[in-house]
C-alpha cells in the first residue's frame, strides 16, 4: 500500500465530501421532499420543485457540485493503480462522476422540461416528472454515497 502524497490527499478528502454531502442531499430529497410534493395537488408540487430548482442552481450547493466532480476526477488521475488503495479510489471517483452523470443526463434534462411547464394545474405534469426523476434522483445518490465512502477508504493507511 503506497502513501498518498499531500495533493492526492486534498483532493481524495475533497471529493468525498463533496461527495458524500451532495449525495446526503440527493437521498434525503427522494426520501423526504419528495413523498412529501407527490401528496400535494400536481400544481403545487410543479411550484415548489420550480422554486427548488431555482434556489439549488446557487453558489453553495453549485460549489459542492461542481468542486466535488473536479476534485474526483484529480483523485482517479492521481491515484495509482497498481495497488489495492488506488483501485479504490480510482472506483470512488468512478462512483462519483457517475452521479454526476446522471445528473446531467436525466435530472437537469427534467428540470428544465418542468422550468418550461406553464400549466401546471395539468396532473399528468407532476405525474410525469415525479417518478422518473425520483428514481434517477435516488441513484445519483446512492452512486454518490457509494463513492465517498470508497474515496474515504482509500484513504486508510
Known amino acids: 500500500m503506497t502513501t498518498p502524497d499531500f495533493f492526492e490527499t486534498v483532493a481524495t478528502t475533497t471529493a468525498a465530501v463533496c461527495a458524500g454531502a451532495t449525495g446526503g442531499v440527493y437521498v434525503a430529497f427522494s426520501a423526504m421532499v419528495m413523498p412529501v410534493l407527490d401528496r400535494r395537488a400536481g400544481s403545487e408540487a410543479v411550484g415548489a420543485m ?85 428514481r434517477a434522483n435516488t441513484v445519483r445518490g446512492v452512486l454518490a454515497l457509494a463513492g465517498a465512502a470508497a474515496l474515504a477508504g482509500s484513504l486508510a493507511r
Not at 493503480?81 to 443526463?105: N, P, Y
Not at 411547464?117 to 396532473?123: F, W, Y
Request: aromatic share 8%; proline share 7%.
Open 50 to 134: 420550480q422554486r427548488i430548482n431555482v434556489l439549488a442552481v446557487r453558489p453553495p450547493f453549485m460549489g459542492i457540485f461542481f468542486g466535488g466532480a473536479v476534485a474526483s476526477v484529480v483523485a482517479g488521475l492521481t491515484a495509482g493503480t497498481t495497488d489495492a488503495q488506488g483501485l479504490v479510489r480510482v472506483a470512488g471517483a468512478v462512483l462519483v462522476l457517475a452521479s454526476f452523470g446522471v445528473t446531467i443526463a436525466v435530472n437537469v434534462p427534467l428540470n428544465n422540461r418542468l422550468a418550461r411547464v406553464s400549466d401546471p394545474i395539468n396532473p399528468d405534469v407532476w405525474r410525469a416528472f415525479a417518478g422518473p426523476w425520483t
